[in-house]
């Protein structure tokens, strides 16, 4: 088991375009959380999945952001047509839900829009 | 509105020194309040926590200490060295695997 693991690493995009990142949890976790950071703050909660099912989705996962845990394993978060208030790092973490271990986060994939 | 807001912005403690990271949160409903450490171009990492019904919980040279009346907790880094340098974040959620909000975190420097 090597961790939580986010590809890719670093994103540079133009304004308009769409873009895909993957997150691969912990094996036997459950739980799979997004979460973005920009600079100087601390992380935000986008959203978090139980097996398949997206279980809550924060105010701030506009309609042009999706995301996606098709079989309850690797998750997939897209933004549509970015904007340059995109730029940040998104970070996924995953958890066993129950066992109150709390839960670990990935290196994050840093977004550049330009 | 900030649910949990922690200060100093930053912070520079000489080698050997003490650290002290303080925050406050508003929502009584708060069940765990972690500490995270994030290095430059990682993830945050748990590094201690600690339940309402507890006033202090010591890791190592880590100890959180919370006072539930003022809806305060505070990090303390004992000893500090170099290596402790990161950004620190203070969190608090409804429990260990529900979703965390984070303070704007502290950016430490221990002076060699």
């Known amino acids: 088991d090597t961790g939580v693991s986010q590809n890719p690493r670093h994103k540079i995009t133009k304004r308009g375009q769409n873009v895909t990142f993957r997150c691969d949890p912990i094996s036997e976790h459950n739980r799979l959380y997004w979460y973005r950071q920009t600079l100087g703050q601390g992380p935000e909660f986008l959203t978090y999945f139980q097996n398949e099912a997206q279980l809550e989705k924060s105010r701030l996962l506009s309609d042009r952001f999706s995301a996606e845990r098709p079989k309850g394993s690797f998750s997939t978060l897209e933004i549509q047509r970015t904007e340059q208030g995109d730029s940040a790092m998104y970070l996924c973490a995953s958890s066993l839900h129950g066992l109150n271990y709390g839960y670990t986060f990935g290196s994050g994939t840093r977004l550049t829009v330009v | ?112």
């Open chain 2, 1 to 112: 509105q900030q649910q949990v807001k922690q200060s100093p912005q930053s912070l520079i403690v000489q080698k050997g020194g003490i650290s002290i990271i303080n925050c406050a949160y508003e929502n009584t409903a708060f069940d765990y309040f972690p500490w995270y450490q994030q290095f430059p171009g990682k993830g945050p990492a748990l590094l201690i926590a600690i339940r309402p019904d507890v006033s202090e919980k010591k890791e190592g040279r880590f100890t959180i200490s919370f006072n539930k009346s003022a809806k305060q907790f505070s990090l303390h880094i004992m000893d500090s060295q170099p290596g402790d340098s990161a950004t620190y974040f203070c969190a608090a959620s409804l429990n260990r695997d529900d979703k965390i909000i984070f303070g704007k975190g502290t950016r430490l420097h221990i002076l060699p």
